[in-house]
């Protein structure tokens, strides 16, 4: 069983260790960060803390995706009670005070477990204090009888008009108006000499019942509601802009493999155009009838030419092509593109989705990746992990034309050929591989159905780094 920890400012990252050893440590989670997993089921995700400002926050249907994968997802104190309180119906488990209010309605506002962090190398070092913490405090000091229940609101109130930014014990002290000043005198005098963290606690309590395989952290419970609808146009494109592998110190997305595969194999066009017409035939690709019987679904369908607005699929020099290969090349078109954003390893014609040809093309996304960061400097002064070389359009349709052997001209139906629905598609696609194609030319990639498959990559696709 794997623990995956996602941990910032709630908790030192060394003192999850002590707490539940051999747990992979992460810094806080984003959006797509658990698309990254590598879980099974019986592995748990504890979520303390996640970002929400600097980058956008995990979203609900990540977590569902794990729930659905029989992957135990619980979470505590920060970003991990909140979503814990909006998806418990569904089987995240939630632990501590936080979620409590979360889960009861009596906090509503995200800002409360909101605060201002260091950098990672500085630990994730908390800069400020949340309201979530205030309020805990507050009820503490009315239970012990230091503050009348309209003292802790007046006081709860003065902390909830500072910007979460600004909020601490000392900007309450400062902010409290002149009659206050003696309740807040008297709170945080007894604060200081028991001081407490909410969101602390709660964190170190999650981690000691994971520790003790706690029952409350059992994966399913009897009345989990089902988890109906799930994957979606959203889920399928995060999952494809996220899941990957790393290579040479790169992380290495479905979708980038996926452009690799559909730009620059030799066979692409060849395998997609199989693809498209056995699904319309409803055949296996390797039929070899394919094309026959695509065209007799054709025939039934009434298409025994190019219709009116097929011929937007063609270009001038193909307006001369028999009937029947004119209306198996708008077929292909018509129905085997999508837009970049939907690009994923799906869009890939099987028989190029293999084990090694997978590997390849994550060398060279990675390749490219690493030459694009070390070209970006000369254009823009600053070097940064992940950073996009930018090329004019005609840069981009010229290096490919020049690939693919086509004029320029005629680069939109090469690109609906490979399975991209116009030039923007293409480019947005293409333009991260220009520098490598114009370092190395076309990468030397495994054919379909030679031993190739099985063996190592060689040439400019194995430079990695």
Known sequence: MTDVVFIGPSLPADEVGRLLPDAV??????????????????????????????????????????????????GA???????????????????????????DGVVTGDDEVAVVHGPAEDGHRALSVPLVNIRVALRRAVAAGVLSDTEAVLLLNIGRDLPFRRRSYRALERSAPAEAKDVVDRFLTWHRQDPSDAKGADARLLLSMAADSAPELCPAHPGDQPIDNLHTRFLDSWRSRFAGEPVGGHWT????????????????????????LAGLAEVDITDPAVEERASEVARRRGLTGAPANGWDWLTDRERDLDDREAVLRVLVRAFGTTPYRSLALWMVAAPLRTPALLTAAR??????????????PRTT??????????????????????LWGCAVDELEAAAWDR???????????????????????????????????????AGPAARVG
């Open 25 to 74: 440590v992460l810094p806080p989670v984003a959006h797509g960060d658990l698309l990254r997993l590598d879980v099974a089921p019986g592995d748990r995700v504890l979520v303390i803390d996640g970002f929400f400002l600097q980058h956008p926050p995990v979203r609900h249907r990540e977590i569902l995706d794990l729930l659905a994968r029989g992957v135990t997802v619980a």
């Open 77 to 103: 104190a920060s970003m991990g009670a909140l979503r814990a309180a909006e998806l418990w119906p569904f089987g995240m488990r939630g632990v501590g005070e936080v979620f409590q209010l979360y889960r």
């Open 253 to 276: 997305s479905d979708r980038e493999a996926a452009a690799v595969l559909m730009l620059l194999h030799p066979e692409s066009p060849t395998w997609h155009r199989q693809g498209v």
């Open 363 to 376: 060398q060279v996304a990675a390749t490219a990746a690493s030459l694009n960061e070390t070209l970006v």
């Open 381 to 402: 002064g600053r070097r940064r992990p992940g950073a996009r070389l930018h090329f004019r359009t005609e840069i981009v349709d010229a290096c490919f034309a020049r």
């Open 419 to 457: 399975g991209f629905v116009d030039l923007a598609a293409f480019r947005y696609a293409a333009e991260p591989l220009v520098a490598y194609v114009k370092a190395f030319g076309s990468p030397r990639l495994p054919t379909v159905g030679t031993r190739a498959q099985e063996g190592t990559l």
